[in-house]
């Protein structure tokens, strides 16, 4: 494996260590600042906290967060990458963020100790229809919108929305961070790193992932994890297109079976169908 390949800023390691970084958390305040629309001072004291969720009892499922991070006014925030769109990712969100939310309290503990628990998603695909790349979810009374609590908020930053539209309604050092975490080639991260007017965190965050090949084993175990992605979305659309072309053929066999049972000649249904005269016969 050669160190001239480009690792995406994306990766769970690479992210980890630019953002997951104790002794310079600029990069990661200067993020949270701008998806959750704070100053960035309200992340001036943030806390870097384990990311396991321990489950209650021995037959619940145990989970492990990206980042988690704990604010000066208690609140708990959890960020999550994600590359490839998983079964019931929604659902998946709301567990993370319930476990959160209940893990807080002690046996003896009153339900006003209660602290807010925010979940920020970054994925590189579409679960909404709105064309915004960021939207934000609280609950909301269906009729009046009144706001029930504002203990729970989840935040989604959809990437694959990053075009001219979000470009013109989003902050700025949204828009930047947007572009450095949606690199993919080297020559696009040359370009985007020379750029002179990108923030100060952000420039700090590019100096890190600088050092990832000066750390072979973090490299390395970047480089794998991207190759498995690679892996991974290259079968997902193998088996989407075989799932397409078998969907066609299906189609196509049954105007054929219906064109049969019109008496129509054998011959006539493979022109207007395109099936092999065999399949046709046995119809």
Excluded at 35 to 44: A, G, N, Q, R, Y
Aim: hydrophobic letters at 40%.
């Amino acid at each position: 494996m050669s160190k001239d390949i480009f690792i995406a800023p994306h990766i769970d390691v690479v992210f980890k260590s630019i953002f997951g970084n104790e002794k310079e958390k600029g990069p990661l305040m200067s993020l949270l600042s701008s998806i959750m629309e704070l100053p960035l001072e309200s992340f001036d004291e943030l806390e870097l906290l384990n990311t396991e969720l321990i489950p209650e009892n021995i037959e619940q499922k145990s989970s492990r967060l990206d980042l988690r991070i704990r604010l000066k006014d208690k609140t708990e925030i959890d960020v999550e990458i994600q590359v490839i769109n998983q079964v019931a990712y929604k659902e998946r969100v709301l567990y993370y963020w319930s476990k959160m939310y209940s893990g807080q309290l002690k046996k003896s503990d009153t339900y006003d100790k209660l602290k807010k628990c925010v979940v920020i998603n970054i994925i590189y695909f579409e679960i909404f229809k709105t064309p915004r790349m960021h939207t934000k979810f609280q609950l909301l009374e269906t009729k009046e919108h009144e706001l029930l609590t504002d203990q729970i908020e989840i935040h989604f930053l959809e990437l694959s929305k990053l075009n001219e539209y979000n470009r013109t309604i989003e902050n700025e050092v949204l828009i930047d961070w947007a572009e450095f975490l949606s690199l993919r080639k080297e020559d696009d991260f040359m370009a985007f790193k020379v750029r002179d007017d990108l923030p100060e965190h952000l420039l700090k965050a590019i100096e890190k992932y600088e050092t990832i090949k000066d750390n072979p084993d973090l490299y390395f175990e970047a480089l794998n994890l991207q190759m498995g992605i690679m892996d991974q979305i290259q079968r997902l659309d193998d088996a989407t297109n075989k799932g397409i072309a078998e969907g066609k053929e299906n189609t196509q066999k049954e105007i054929a079976k219906n064109m049969k049972e019109q008496g129509l000649d054998d011959q006539l249904i493979q022109k207007v169908t395109g099936l092999d005269l065999e399949i046709i016969k046995n119809l």
